[in-house]
């Protein structure tokens, strides 16, 4: 055992080793605490993380730049769910509310080194994490189209730490890991517990947010461990709106049936959040271990969507213009022979309900109907759904003769999304029309079988030649259910103008439902050595055939070098690789969103291969390709300040995201309805997945930390800074130039933060301040540039007692001093949002909280 843990050591201290501790050796969870009180002190020190007094966040002895996160890190901080800690913690970790967009309501897309959120690896217990189901349609321009993990189902009270390592790692680990890796590593503590209660509200007084959690180790004989986690969570929807324009005039009109705000922005409603999380672990004998860990989730979650203007809405009450270009009214023939001679040119005016022909020709003909009389002033659907996320890994390892070491595991993974629309109509099905849908069911499932071996060799170099090699078998599907049968029915009044499907999220129709799936295998060998005391070289290559695409080989090279005592240069060079998702070459949408022209239009999402999206230049989707580039300097000076600094350049060709939308021509529909998709006539838009543009991404990654003692305590001083700069070098027809430069500039070239944290007795006080770094916004990807969102500064503040060795009670505050983006003052008329919706600090403003936890 002595022998594999003095391997493991020596691992750890090249990005090889580095990632072995994510995957190859995973964790050594019934190991851990012996190898703290066994291993040699050298052995030791090598793992050991630099700092007089505390652990920095970033490893000292890697060959490329990781961040290691302590479990305290995100105890310490306001924000509830796992995206959002991640970005107070991580300097090159970027996410935005999203509350208006579509599936990204209900998985937020994040993204590192300015990367899409389907960039980066996940792991858990260094096990590949498998992809959520849910495709962010609409993911504000650098995440339009991904389809990543879902990181939120994963409780805070789970974790022992967290590793980032941000390089690119697809010759270690496969497709995806172009960004990084991010690795979970679950608690393995087979005593002891905790149990937390927490309360927030914006200062606004609306978000309120109520969340139970607990941890508990137990052991699993004398030998082995079970560790338990829950965490349970509500929180109340959010608005910072402002009433839009038409709603505004219809209201000054005489419409007193329209709500005031008419649209609402803010965050969803979390009706309940379930996470449930289980790790164990159990030795089988002096030279070898079982383990197993899994989770269940479930959230539920309803958040507002456009309004319905009940004098335009298309497909439901505009009637086209006349002459005069006056709005007419889409009004409907109920006796099924047309028989009804109900007029087709009513002028809408200013408001329509006093018209006095809609009075006596509709609202009082049974023949004849229009929504506004079940609807007289418009509506707003909620949109939202229910995520289903479950998994269970198990597998053993240990260690044969000759000091190799093994590692075989089977990981089944499955997420599911349930989507629903409510307060909403199928216009075709006229007054019949239910006004709550399920508009369709998606599901991701993945099984991954993993051998991995590992075996040091002397070959006369200064330490021994750490060999890493291994097997992995996966296979995916992604399965599309079709929606309730309302919510895609062409009803009787289609003929005549009306739209089909639920109105905003139209369901998958039965004749679209399908499975699609593929198997890939992959071949991998790592090694890494010192070839002297101070300089470390290590090396990957990585072989992975897909069934549906073909195969590829990816490799990578990196070094670290101690020139000085203080001192250490690192660099890393690697290809990668993004295979594209079974989802995204398959899967069929239509959604709701802003047109060019500022109305709001149905556009359909079709797969890349159709003959539609073929005749707009569609193709069969092929990899995205990278090559990275890393260099970066370690400095660990004897005061006890630690710092890290690494440049990053990313080149990733055939980048896969949807098209821009693009206008379908009568012919175009025609061609649709012959191919059974029956509600081809409401479509405006189409869009489809396209390897279609190149960027070229670089910056600079800071981490500093400092501890000291002062005013009778400790303190501990962190900085995390990043600078990011993306530039498309290359883009087809389908991108539009908003969109173009939304992927260059819709995230802050600079971010960072400072965070002081004071332990003195009993107390303990922690200040973050927050800097982000304007931005720019096509507001509602339609057109309507904001050209600067100005930028920054947030302050996070803190303060916890001890009570007593068992309870802490803790009070905070996130963005503080509350402060907001700038108003948006151009557009907010136009669809009601007062702030620029993908502003990097939110547009909730501040939220305190109050937190107590119990230890035992």
């Not at 679209?512 to 290559?541: C, H, K, P, W």
């Not at 240069?569 to 969103?593: C, D, E, I, M, W």
Request: aromatic share 10%; with cysteine; charged share 20%.
């Amino acid at each position: 055992m002595n022998t594999t843990l003095s391997l493991l050591t020596r691992s750890v201290r090249g990005v090889l080793a580095a990632s072995a501790a994510f995957s190859v050796m995973a964790t050594a969870p019934v190991f851990a605490q012996e190898a703290e009180e066994s291993a040699k002190a050298e052995d030791f020190e090598q793992i050991a993380v630099v700092g007089s007094r505390a652990a920095p966040r970033s490893v000292a002895d890697s060959a490329v730049p990781i961040d290691i996160i302590s479990d305290e890190e995100f105890k310490q901080q306001g924000a509830t769910d796992m995206v959002s800690m991640m970005q107070t913690v991580v300097p090159s970790f970027n996410v935005n509310d999203q509350p208006i967009n579509d599936a990204s309501t209900l998985v937020r897309p994040a993204n590192l080194r300015g990367m899409a959120s389907d960039h980066t690896l996940v792991l858990v217990n260094g096990k590949r994490r498998h992809r959520s189901a849910v495709i962010t349609f609409l993911g504000g321009g650098l995440s339009d189209g991904a389809q990543g993990p879902d990181i939120s189902v994963i409780p805070a009270a789970a974790l022992k730490q967290v590793e980032v390592l941000r390089d690119g790692a697809a010759a270690q680990y496969g497709s995806d890991a172009i960004a990084g890796v991010i690795n979970f590593v679950l608690s393995d503590a087979s005593e002891g517990g905790t149990f937390e209660a927490r309360y927030g509200s914006y200062y606004e007084g609306d978000g309120d947010m109520v969340q139970l959690s607990g941890n508990v180790g137990l052991p699993l004989s004398e030998n082995g461990f079970i560790n338990l986690s829950a965490e349970y969570r509500t929180a109340d929807d959010t608005s910072r709106s402002v009433q839009r324009d038409d709603a505004a005039a219809l209201v000054a009109a005489g419409n007193t049936f329209v709500a005031d705000p008419a649209q609402i922005w803010g965050s969803p409603e979390i009706k309940h959040d379930i996470k449930l999380f289980a790790n164990a672990g159990i030795e089988l004998s002096a030279t070898s271990e079982a383990y197993m860990f899994g989770n269940f989730a479930e959230r539920e979650v309803e958040g507002g969507f456009y309004f319905r203007n009940p004098h335009n809405r298309g497909g439901v009450n505009d009637g086209g213009t006349n002459e005069n270009n006056e709005q007419l009214l889409l009004v409907g023939d109920l006796t099924g022979d047309m028989s009804g001679n109900c007029p087709t040119d009513i002028v809408v005016g200013d408001n329509v309900l006093t018209n006095p022909r809609y009075i006596n020709e509709v609202a009082n003909n049974p023949d004849c109907f229009a929504f506004n009389e079940i609807l007289p002033g418009g509506f707003t659907p909620r949109f939202g759904g229910t995520v289903t996320d479950m998994s269970l890994v198990f597998g053993t390892k240990g260690e044969l003769d000759n000091d190799i070491t093994y590692d075989v595991s089977l990981n089944l993974g499955q997420n599911e999304v349930d989507f629903a629309i409510s307060n909403t109509i199928n216009p075709s099905l006229g007054p019949d029309t239910p006004t709550s849908f399920s508009p369709g069911r998606y599901t991701q499932s993945e099984q991954t079988l993993d051998i991995d071996f590992t075996k040091p060799f002397d070959v006369g170099l200064y330490e021994p030649l750490f060999v890493a090699t291994g097997f992995q078998y996966r296979n995916e599907s992604y399965e599309s259910v079709a929606g309730d049968t309302a919510s895609y029915e062409i009803g009787p009044l289609a003929t005549q103008g009306f739209g089909i499907g639920s109105n905003g999220f139209p369901g998958l129709a039965a004749n679209s439902q399908g499975r699609v799936s593929r198997n890939n295998i992959a071949l991998y060998v790592d090694a890494e050595a010192y070839i002297t005391e101070n300089f470390m070289l290590a090396g990957a290559l990585r072989y992975e055939d897909f069934s549906d695409f073909g195969d590829t080989t990816k490799g990578k090279i990196a070094f670290r070098w101690q020139a000085l005592e203080n001192i250490a240069f690192r660099g890393a060079f690697s290809t990668g690789f993004k295979a594209p998702t079974l989802g995204q070459s398959n899967v069929r949408n239509v959604t709701t969103a802003f047109g060019t022209g500022g109305q709001l239009i149905d556009r359909a999402t079709l797969p890349p291969t159709d003959p539609v999206s073929q005749l707009k230049g569609g193709e069969q989707l092929t990899p995205e390709e990278s090559e990275s580039i890393t260099f970066g300097i370690v400095a660990d000076f004897e005061n006890g300040l630690f710092i890290t600094a690494d440049y990053y350049n990313i080149e990733l060709t055939d980048r896969i995201s949807t098209a821009s939308g693009i206008a379908l021509t009568e012919d175009d529909i025609a061609a649709l309805l012959a191919q059974g998709i029956n509600d081809a006539s409401s479509f405006q838009e189409i869009s489809f997945f396209t390897n279609d543009f190149d960027t070229t991404t670089e910056g600079v990654d800071v981490v500093a930390n400092y501890s000291m003692d002062m005013m009778g305590g400790e303190t501990k001083f962190s900085l995390a800074y990043n600078w990011t700069s993306t530039e498309v070098d290359r883009a087809s027809q389908n991108i539009s130039p908003e969109r173009i430069r939304m992927l260059e500039d819709n995230l802050p070239a600079v971010r960072y933060s400072a965070t002081a944290n004071h332990t003195n007795g009993d107390w303990r006080f922690l200040a973050r301040l927050n800097y982000y770094g304007s931005i720019f916004e096509d507001h509602l990807d339609s057109a309507l540039p904001i050209d600067k969102v100005g930028s920054e500064f947030t302050v996070d503040l803190e303060v916890a007692y001890n009570f007593t060795e068992e309870f802490t009670v803790t009070v905070g505050a996130k963005n503080a001093f509350d402060e907001y983006p700038d108003e948006n003052t151009q557009y907010a008329g136009i669809a009601g949002s007062l702030y620029p919706t993908t502003s990097p600090i939110g547009i909730n403003g501040g939220f305190y909280y109050l937190r107590g936890v119990y230890s035992f």
